[in-house]
């Protein structure tokens, strides 16, 4: 039976205070690295856990911190990435307010393991709570000697701190947010050089996912074995799914990585509002291709995901129901993209605002049938050429939108109005 | 016109706490740049807004150019370059929040309040804006009020809420 780590106690008020956290064991996993372990070994650790990047790319994250260079006279940086922002996604969220000192115990591990001396958490501006709690969280830290100079005599110094962004869905993507940790508009960077080789200020840089990171002390405590027994073993570990839309109990289920979808939307979720029919599942986030009902019978990996062309993302299940206008909700996620396209690229900047355009003409059925072609084609014309993958996540739920129900939008055409006279 | 500029120039400076949080947060990067929107979030606490001698007054304390202080302001979205009402209703409207009803909380705020998305009540009470995921998708349909969120928001429950704003 599957216990959940993550979100265990976070009903608990107290599970905010250090002290809470150090009577459940926290910080052992910290003290055991800096006091027993050398960098190398917690990376190896972690790469044995088969641990991969939650913030959407599934990118094996032992392996990213290897490439951090181990003989340079430039300061490290590490940077724990709390800009939560795909519509969908709210995970994070939860950890950064029921369990503070996990994300901060786990962003510490990752500074060492890189041996990294500054860490930064990036949180998105609207989150001023939570960016209280994890400055509250970091100053407990810094009370109990573990962060500062010389911490617990190991001769290991780490400083923390919180840095705020100030709304923009773009500096969730690394090198754009490091840009605006940097004090400047969030435009991603041309990779490579990746972060970890040139990063925050030009140095090697670290940049992980909050849950992925607040898996760390889990796994130094229980061993890269028991991680890798929960889940599949290529993509295993405790994963939090975030449910919303037309569901009875939307909210974040800490489950096995891999558990079936359609298990997580009618057990979990209890099925859908008002016993209505399902009409389409987007599994990971709004900008992951959507899927049909005889499609979510699905273990949620990165690889079963991939392998019936969606992805795990970011865990962002979000349920339509059979009464839901599919031309207008991909109005509204195409506004989303639109919006939040820094506007560096210009098939990205062009692209997404001519993507909504004929989106608003179709579902007002003032479009033509050669209207869904071209919207289509551009959605093509931007996949795959821009500098970052905001471009990509916007051109794939149009895609795939269209693929899988191109009826509505032609029906759409044809009446000359909103079938469903939709208001989303 | 001699009296005005006296005026911005007697207004915008950080308070003395406000000061002592500038060199707090200078502290925390190794150059003064990176600072600047942490410096702008202590600015907008302080003044409400940022004007342009706002955007001033910050460039000369981080020894930045003005341009360098605007360009991020303008990017970001939390920045107010206009004072907002006092009570800043920033109603999500994306998929998830959508799909639970926040076309009709924005309906409803519009007809109550009697403005439009974007505009600020005659009385400076009340501000209105959509915005992008706030990332609480879970307890949809969410209203963020100034910093709180408000969230599984119906029109009565913000009703009564507006109602206990003074």
Known sequence: ?424 | MAKQATETEKAVEFSEAGQKELQALLARYPDKRAALLMVLHLAQREFGWISQDVMKYIAEQLELPYGDVYDAVSFYTMFHTRPPGKYHLQVCHTLSCALRGAHQICQHIEEKLGIKEGEVTPDGKFSFVKVECLGSCGTAPVVQINEDYHENMTVEKLEQFLKTLK
Not at chain 1, 217 to 227: E, K, M, S, T
Not at chain 1, 292 to 319: C, K, Y
Not at chain 1, 328 to 344: K, M, P, T, V, W
Not at chain 1, 365 to 391: V, W, Y
Request: hydrophobic letters at 40%.
């Open chain 1, 1 to 424: 039976m599957f216990e959940p780590v993550l979100t265990k106690d976070i009903q608990i008020p107290e599970s905010q205070e250090i002290d809470y956290y150090l009577s459940r064991g926290g910080y052992e996993a910290f003290q055991k690295v800096i006091k027993s372990m050398t960098p190398d070994e917690v990376i190896e650790e972690v790469k044995a856990s088969n641990l991969r990047g939650r913030g959407g790319a599934g990118f094996p994250t032992g392996m990213k911190w290897n490439f951090v260079p181990k003989n340079t006279d430039k300061p490290h940086y590490m940077v724990n990435n709390a800009d939560e922002s795909e519509p969908g996604t709210f995970k994070d969220r939860l950890l950064l307010n029921g369990n503070p000192h996990l994300v901060l115990e786990g962003t510490m591990i990752g500074a060492f393991a890189i041996r990294a001396n500054v860490a930064y958490i990036y949180i998105r501006g609207e989150f001023a709570r939570e960016a209280r709690i994890m400055e509250k969280a970091i100053a407990q830290a810094y009370e109990k000697g573990f962060l500062g100079k010389n911490i617990l005599g190991t001769g290991y110094d780490l400083d923390v701190y919180v840095h705020r962004g100030a709304g923009a869905y773009i500096c969730g993507e690394e090198t754009g947010l490091l840009e605006s940790l940097e004090g400047k508009r969030g435009w991603p960077r041309i990779k490579p050089p990746f972060p970890a080789l040139e990063g925050l200020f030009r140095c090697p840089t670290i940049v992980n996912n909050v849950e992925t990171l607040s898996c760390v002390p889990l796994i130094i405590n229980r061993g890269a074995d028991w991680f890798k027994s929960i889940g599949p073993e290529r993509s295993p570990g405790p994963k939090l799914f975030c449910l919303s839309g037309q569901v009875k109990n939307p909210g974040v289920f800490e489950l096995p990585m891999g558990t079936n979808l359609k298990e997580i939307i009618y057990e979990h979720g209890g099925g859908l509002l008002n016993g209505k029919g399902l009409k389409a599942v987007i599994p990971g986030g709004s900008s992951v291709p959507i899927l049909r009902p005889e499609e979510i019978d699905v273990s949620m990996d990165f690889d079963s995901l991939a392998q019936i062309g969606s992805m795990l993302g970011s865990a962002g299940i979000i349920v339509m129901d059979e009464g839901t206008c599919l031309v207008d909700a991909l109005l509204n996620i195409a506004h989303f993209y639109r919006h939040e396209s820094c506007g560096q690229c210009t098939p990205c900047r062009e692209g997404t605002y001519w993507a909504e355009q004929v989106l608003r003409k179709i579902e007002h059925g003032q479009a033509s049938e050669k209207d869904i072609d071209m919207l289509e084609e551009m959605a093509r014309h931007i996949n795959f050429r821009t500098i970052c993958p905001l471009g990509d996540a916007a051109a794939m739920p149009i895609m795939s939108f269209l693929k899988k129900f191109r009826d509505e939008f032609v029906q759409h055409v044809r009446a000359g109005a909103c079938p469903l006279n939709s208001q989303l």
